[in-house]
C-alpha cells in the first residue's frame, strides 16, 4: 500500500525584506514578496526522501493561506512533490495558530495520510507549535524537531536535539512530524523539475470543503489579539573604531567603561 | 487572591533559571503554583519556594521521561483541573524551551485557551495579562493579549531578574491519569549533553560569538579564551556551525538559541537578519569584523574594524592585566 505523506508549507514575507504590519495588526503580506518558508523546504526534502526510498509513496505539499500562496506549492511541486492543496477562503484573514491548525488538521484527514511532514517553525511567526497542534487535533503521535529521520515498518524513528540531552525518539504511524533545519540540505527545483510542476494538480479548497464555521478561524476566532507593535527604535549609532594596533586595548576600555570589567 | 501555575524547567531537581524569572512575573498577577514534574521533583521545592512558589504539585511518574511531550501536558492539564476548580485560575507561565512551547501549545488547545510565545515581559493589565514580544528578527515589539480561556505564555529567558521572595512551596503530590495517547511517542535513548562548565548560552549575561571569520574548528580557542576571561557563553553563527567548526546546540539565531544577555561580542558575524533575530535583543552589542561595511556594525554599541585575529587575544590580555 501506497505511504501518503502530507507535506504542511507556508507562504511567508521574505525575511530579508521589510517586514511590517498592517493596519489590522495583522502581519501584512502584501507589501513584501513571499515565498516558501526556507525551514519548510527541508520538511520538503525529507518527505521526497523517504518518498524516494520507499515501494510506493505519494507526496502531497499543502498550504493555508491566501491566493499568493500558490507559488509556495509550485516550489515544493517543482522539487518533486506529487501534488497540491490549497486552502485558502476570504475569512482566514488574520487566524492565528490555534485556527490554523484546525484547518490543516481537517484538510489533512480529509486528504488522507500516514504521515505529516511540518517545518521545525514558520519563519514570520516562529512559533513552532503548529505540528504540536496538529498531532494533538489527529490524536496521532507527534515525533517532533527532528535532525534525522527514517520511515521503515510503519514506524517512524528520528533523533531529537534538545537543550539538555539528544533523544532517539520512535512511534507509529500515523503520525505527525516535523524536522530543522539540519535534517540535510533542501534541494533545488531542476529545469525539468519546474517544469513538470506546471502540470501537477492543485486543489483548491475553502472553509465549506473542510466543514469549518467562519467563526472558528480569522481574526474573530482568534484566541488572542495584538494590541499594539511599535517599530522598535533603530539603536543609536555605536562608536566604531579602526584597529591601528590598539583595537583590542580600546574595546576593553570601553568594556571597563561600561563596567563588564 | 489568583492564582498562576508556573511550569519547572529543572534537571534532576536542580532548577533552571529562567523558571525563577518566570515566578517574578508572575508574582505581578498572582500566587505562584509551581509544577514540577518527572524524576527530582520533589527536590525542586526549597529553591521554588524560596522565589515565591507558593506551592509546589510534583509528580515523578516513568512515563514522563520515557515519552515525548504528552505526558507532561496530561500533568499540566491535571494541576490546571485542579487549580482552577479551586478559584480563580489567572494564567499558566512557562519558561521557553522546545519542550515547553509544544506542551503549552497543546494544553492551551485542551483547555480552549489563547497561547502566546516568547514574552519577554508580562505585566498584569484590566483585562488579564499583557505579554510583550519580539517579532520580526526584533524589528518590531507587540503587546498582545490572550482573547479567550485562561491565557497560556511562555517566556524568553533573561526576561525579568531572580528575585527572592520567600514563601511556603509547600510540596503536594499530584495525581495523573496518563491519556491513550501518552505514550505514543517513545523516547528509546537519551543522550545527555556534556557540561562546558561555561554557563547556558540562553541565561548567560555575557555571550562572546564566533563565525565565519573565525576560519576553522582550531580558531574558537581563542573565542573560548575571551569567553572564559568574562565568564561568558560561547555562541556560534550558523555558516560556523555548519562549517564543523562549533556544535549546533551554540548556535545564536533563527534556527539555534535566541540570547538576550547583558553583554554580546561577535566576532567575524557579518550579521544576517537570520542571526540578528537570536541577538538583537540584546542590552550592549560589540562587533569585531574586519569588512567596515558588515551590517553587524548597525547594531554595535562599539565596534572595531580590524583583523579578528589581532583584536581578540589583545583584548583578552588586557581583560587578565586589568584583572590583575
Ligand atoms: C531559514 C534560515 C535560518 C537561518 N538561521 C540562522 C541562525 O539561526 N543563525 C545564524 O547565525 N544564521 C542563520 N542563517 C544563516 C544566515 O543567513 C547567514 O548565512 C549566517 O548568519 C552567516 O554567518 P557569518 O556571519 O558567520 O558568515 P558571513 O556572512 O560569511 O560573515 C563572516 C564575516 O566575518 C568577517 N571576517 C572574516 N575574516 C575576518 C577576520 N579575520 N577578522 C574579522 N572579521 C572577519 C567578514 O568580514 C564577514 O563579515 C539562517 C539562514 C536561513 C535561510
Ligand atoms: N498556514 C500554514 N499552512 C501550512 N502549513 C503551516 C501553516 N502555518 C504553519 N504551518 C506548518 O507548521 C510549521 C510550524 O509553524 P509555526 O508553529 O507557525 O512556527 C511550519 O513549518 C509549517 O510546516
Redesign the pocket.
Given at each position: 500500500m501506497s505511504l501518503r505523506i502530507v507535506v504542511t508549507v507556508k507562504y511567508v514575507p521574505d525575511a530579508t525584506g521589510d517586514r511590517h504590519f498592517a493596519d489590522d495588526l495583522t502581519v501584512d503580506r502584501d507589501d513584501v514578496d513571499g515565498l516558501l518558508s526556507?525551514?519548510d523546504e527541508y520538511a520538503v526534502e525529507q518527505a521526497l526522501q523517504i518518498a524516494e526510498n520507499a515501494d510506493d509513496a505519494e507526496v502531497t505539499v499543502l498550504t493555508v493561506g491566501p491566493e499568493d500562496a500558490k507559488d509556495a506549492l509550485r516550489k515544493a511541486l517543482s522539487m518533486g512533490a506529487d501534488k497540491a492543496i490549497h486552502v485558502e477562503d476570504d475569512d482566514l484573514h488574520g487566524t492565528d495558530a490555534i485556527g490554523t491548525s484546525l484547518v490543516l488538521a481537517k484538510a489533512i484527514e480529509k486528504a488522507g495520510y500516514d504521515v505529516v511532514i511540518s517545518g521545525m517553525a514558520s519563519?514570520d511567526g516562529t512559533m513552532g507549535i503548529v505540528p504540536a497542534l496538529v498531532a494533538e487535533r489527529l490524536g496521532v503521535p507527534q515525533v517532533t524537531l527532528l535532525s534525522e529521520i527514517a520511515i521503515e515498518d510503519g514506524k517512524v524513528t528520528g533523533r531529537r536535539d534538545g537543550d539538555a540531552a539528544s533523544e532517539q525518539l520512535e512511534a507509529s504511524l500515523p503520525a505527525v512530524v516535523s524536522v530543522t533545519?539540519q535534517s540535510g540540505e533542501a534541494r533545488y527545483p531542476s529545469f525539468k523539475g519546474i517544469m513538470a510542476a506546471k502540470k501537477k494538480p492543485v486543489e483548491s479548497w475553502d472553509l465549506s470543503d473542510l466543514d469549518i464555521e467562519a467563526e472558528e478561524v480569522g481574526l474573530e476566532g482568534a484566541f488572542t489579539k495584538v494590541e499594539a507593535a511599535n517599530e522598535r527604535p533603530a539603536r543609536t549609532a555605536g562608536t566604531i573604531v579602526k584597529d591601528e594596533g590598539e583595537g583590542g586595548k580600546q574595546l576593553a576600555e570601553f568594556l571597563a567603561g561600561q563596567k563588564f570589567i | 487572591m489568583a492564582e498562576v501555575l508556573v511550569y519547572v524547567d529543572h534537571v534532576d531537581g536542580a532548577v533552571r533559571k529562567p523558571t525563577l524569572e518566570v515566578l517574578t512575573l508572575a508574582r505581578r498577577i498572582g500566587e505562584p503554583v509551581a509544577v514540577a514534574l518527572g524524576a527530582g521533583a520533589a527536590a525542586t521545592a526549597a529553591t521554588l519556594a524560596e522565589h515565591g512558589a507558593v506551592k509546589v504539585l510534583t509528580n515523578e511518574a516513568a512515563e514522563l521521561a520515557d515519552y515525548l511531550v504528552v505526558p507532561k501536558v496530561d500533568a499540566l492539564q491535571a494541576a490546571y483541573d485542579t487549580v482552577s476548580a479551586g478559584g480563580s485560575l489567572a494564567a499558566v507561565l512557562l519558561p521557553t524551551s522546545a519542550d515547553s512551547k509544544e506542551i503549552a501549545a497543546r494544553l492551551a488547545l485542551r483547555i480552549g485557551s489563547g497561547i502566546i510565545t516568547d514574552a519577554i515581559d508580562v505585566e498584569a493589565g484590566a483585562d488579564g495579562p499583557v505579554a510583550t514580544q519580539s517579532v520580526f528578527a526584533a524589528s518590531f515589539t507587540t503587546r498582545s493579549v490572550v482573547s479567550k480561556g485562561t491565557p497560556v505564555i511562555t517566556v524568553k529567558p533573561n526576561s525579568a531578574p531572580v528575585e527572592a521572595a520567600p514563601a511556603a512551596g509547600a510540596v503536594e503530590e499530584l495525581p495523573v491519569t496518563f491519556s491513550a495517547l501518552a505514550t505514543g511517542t517513545r523516547i528509546v535513548s537519551r543522550t545527555p549533553r556534556q557540561s562546558t562548565g561555561r554557563p547556558e548560552l540562553t541565561e548567560a549575561a555575557i555571550v562572546v560569538s564566533g563565525?565565519?571569520?573565525v576560519?576553522g574548528a582550531e580558531n574558537f580557542g581563542i573565542i573560548e579564551a575571551l569567553a572564559d576571561e568574562l565568564g561568558a557563553a560561547v555562541g556560534a553563527?550558523?555558516?560556523?556551525v555548519d562549517a564543523g567548526w562549533y556544535p549546533h546546540t551554540n548556535?545564536?539565531?533563527?534556527?539555534?538559541k535566541s540570547v538576550s544577555p547583558q553583554l554580546y561580542i561577535a566576532?567575524?558575524?557579518?550579521?544576517?537578519?537570520?542571526?540578528r533575530a537570536?541577538m538583537q535583543t540584546s542590552k550592549t552589542i560589540v562587533a569585531?569584523?574586519?569588512?567596515p561595511e558588515?551590517p553587524i556594525f548597525e547594531l554595535a554599541d562599539y565596534g572595531v574594524v580590524?583583523?579578528?585575529?589581532q583584536v581578540v587575544p589583545q583584548l583578552t590580555e588586557e581583560i587578565k592585566t586589568r584583572k590583575g
Open positions: 526556507e525551514l519563519t533545519d | 563565525g565565519r571569520g576560519n553563527s550558523r555558516a560556523a548556535q545564536v539565531g533563527q534556527t539555534g566576532n567575524g558575524i557579518s550579521g544576517a537578519i537570520q542571526h537570536g569585531v569584523n574586519k569588512d558588515a580590524g583583523d579578528l585575529f
